[in-house]
């Protein structure tokens, strides 16, 4: 389980808490929306998951451990809306799926309804939008997590690539057992793709 255990979070000892006393879970396997709206602190809980933060009080565990500082990737991986703010603009698709350490064949073995071949040797701007978050949503994936944390993943897409990206993407969760948390503010979506849907309460309402 992927676990917010009574965790509290603010950017510096100036700023009011973004996150107060947040309990929040995942199981393995599992799809958990998170719906709020803007400026809650939502991707806020998503960088703190997956590691990119500390909480100041209170603990982040997964599988009943909280992750420690080593060479392999974070189990808890998180995917933006952005994906060409994540990949230098300068490496090809291929050298940005083998910066995660996979292997040649890992890279070759990929799912090919999430990279096309065709799309290793150009750069991030020669693929379009969708295609470029499929290749990081390989690139999260590559890094063999065991929790995925989807921030407004599809946000930035037309309707029938958001529905090719989610059936991808709840496919290779549901073969690998990733526990999925999808953060959204579109509640139809989260309704269509999560088990449960979690309403985010700011600290302010
Ligand atoms: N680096 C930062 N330094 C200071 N404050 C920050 C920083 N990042 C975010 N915040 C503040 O934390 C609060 C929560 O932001 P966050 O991005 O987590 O909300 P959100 O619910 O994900 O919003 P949205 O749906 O618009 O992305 C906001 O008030 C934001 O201004």
């Not at 709840?170 to 948390?181: D, K, M, N, S, T």
Request: with cysteine; net charge neutral; charged share 20%.
């Amino acid at each position: 389980m992927l676990h917010a255990d009574d965790v509290w979070f603010r950017y510096g000892a100036a700023h009011p808490w973004v996150l107060a006393g947040v309990d929040l879970r995942v199981e393995a396997g599992e799809v958990v929306g998170l719906c709020g709206p803007s400026g809650g602190g939502k991707s806020t809980l998503g960088r703190v998951l997956a590691g990119f933060a500390g909480p100041v009080r209170g603990r982040v565990t997964v599988d009943g451990a909280v992750p420690r500082a080593r060479r392999a990737p974070h189990p808890v991986q998180l995917v933006l809306q952005h994906p060409e703010r994540a990949m230098d603009p300068r490496w090809t698709v291929r050298r940005v799926l083998a910066a995660t350490g996979a292997s040649h064949d890992d890279v070759a073995a990929l799912d090919r309804r999430l990279v096309d071949p065709a799309w290793l040797d150009r750069h991030p701007h020669e693929i379009s939008g969708g295609e470029l978050q499929r290749v990081n949503l390989a690139r999260a994936l590559l890094a063999r997590p065991r929790y995925l944390v989807a921030d407004e993943i599809t946000a930035s897409v037309d309707a029938v690539t958001q529905a090719a990206i989610w059936d991808l993407l709840l496919q290779h969760c549901h073969a690998a057992g990733i526990g999925l948390l999808a953060i959204s503010h579109d509640r139809p979506l989260l309704d269509a793709v999560a088990s449960r849907v979690v309403d985010w309460e700011p600290v302010d309402a």
